[in-house]
């Protein structure tokens, strides 16, 4: 039976600055995920993945700047862009930034590339949303061909070639791992299986049971390109917050999720969270993970009986969640949960 690695992310989310033009919001919440990650790290989670935004509610727009932070106040967790908006990202830098992370971790760094759920960075570094699928496949291309060789050739539509150039410095084992981040799109799926790439998959909403012909159809895809039963690897992430009683958690962060939800729904067209809404997703069938340890490690045993994913993301310190509650959910997600899941996965 494959091993399960199990890790946590965040985008860092953060109340919008008070004072125009000063990073006084930022700075506590950059402070605070640095604590987050430390803890992590103590706790012995595998993996610790931080997002990339260009919003005012979010702290981090450069991943690789915090992993690199993390990377010197940690031992043995791996670190993770989660993800890197690949398609507004210069990709020889992506990889000289995650390569120096990794010589600073002693081998510890990961890319997870996507697209992002937002555009505000396309305007921001002059790229056209017409070329939206194009720039990411692109550069994707660019990216994968700068991990495989020191030396790269290579040529596109929407940036200059490269002829016979180096680039350095070169991680502690020349390539880096690289996942594929995905929303559900089925051409997603089958990009990653056909470049032979590990699939990260968010549910963020809904019933996880929806994305099962998701994966059915990466892993089929997989196969199919050639890559081997033991090297399938698929990730799986749920918003999180665990605490030692169910119902306080549940009202304790009923308020801020909401808020956060409605937030991001504005712009699409979403129907503001009610408690009743809120509740399903809380339920055995929902996707959102919060409330006692039993009750999230049901969820996640669930989960593993759906997908059989290889590693596990809890997507926590949501919104304006307070610090002590995402610390308290972070303890008992290391010292409970993992341990939990793992026996009655019979991992231990």
């Known amino acids: 039976m494959k091993n399960i690695e199990f890790g946590y992310m965040t985008f860092a989310d953060m109340a919008p600055e008070t004072s125009p033009g000063k990073g006084t919001n930022a700075r506590q919440r950059i402070q605070d995920l640095l604590e987050e ?3 992590a790290d103590e706790l012995g989670i595998d993996v610790f993945g931080i997002g990339e935004h260009h919003r005012e509610d979010y702290s981090v727009s450069s991943p ?3 992993l690199a932070a993390a990377a010197a106040i940690t031992k043995n967790i791996k670190l993770t862009s989660a993800v890197t908006v690949l398609s507004s990202e210069e990709p020889v830098r992506v990889y000289q930034q995650f390569a120096t992370i990794d010589l600073i971790s002693g081998g510890r760094a990961e890319i997870m590339a996507g697209r992002g759920s937002f555009i505000e960075s396309f305007p921001l570094f002059g790229y056209d949303l017409n070329d939206y ?5 692109e550069k994707l291309e ?6 495989r060789s020191e030396k790269v050739n290579w040529s596109g539509k929407l940036r200059a070639p490269i002829h016979d150039l180096g680039v350095y410095p070169r991680a502690v084992e020349g390539e880096i791992p690289v996942w594929l981040a995905a929303g559900g799109t089925p051409s997603s799926a089958v990009r990653a299986a056909k470049l032979k790439l590990p699939l990260m998959l968010a549910i963020i909403g809904g019933m996880p049971e929806n994305f099962i012909p998701f994966i059915e159809l990466y892993k089929r895809t997989a196969l199919e390109s050639g890559v081997s039963e033991n090297d399938l690897q698929v990730g799986i ?3 999180i917050l665990i605490g030692e009683n169910d119902e306080k958690v549940a009202d304790d962060f009923f308020p801020h999720y909401a808020a956060m939800m409605d937030r991001v729904g504005k712009s699409r067209g979403w129907q503001p969270m009610t408690r ?3 509740e399903f997703m ?4 929902g996707s959102l993970m919060v409330g006692s340890v039993e009750k999230v490690v049901n969820k996640i045993v669930a989960e593993h009986q759906m997908f059989g994913f290889t590693r596990f993301m809890a997507h926590g310190s949501l919104g304006t969640t307070p610090h002590e509650l995402t610390m308290k959910s972070l303890e008992l997600y290391g010292k409970e949960v993992i341990p939990e899941v793992k026996r009655r996965l019979n991992f231990l």
Do not use: G, M, P
């Open 37 to 39: 990650v430390k803890l």
């Open 64 to 66: 690789s700047t915090i």
């Open 133 to 137: 699928n194009e720039l990411f496949e």
């Open 142 to 147: 660019l990216l994968l061909s700068v991990n």
């Open 237 to 239: 992430n749920n918003h």
């Open 276 to 278: 009743q809404q809120y």
């Open 282 to 285: 809380r339920s055995e069938r």
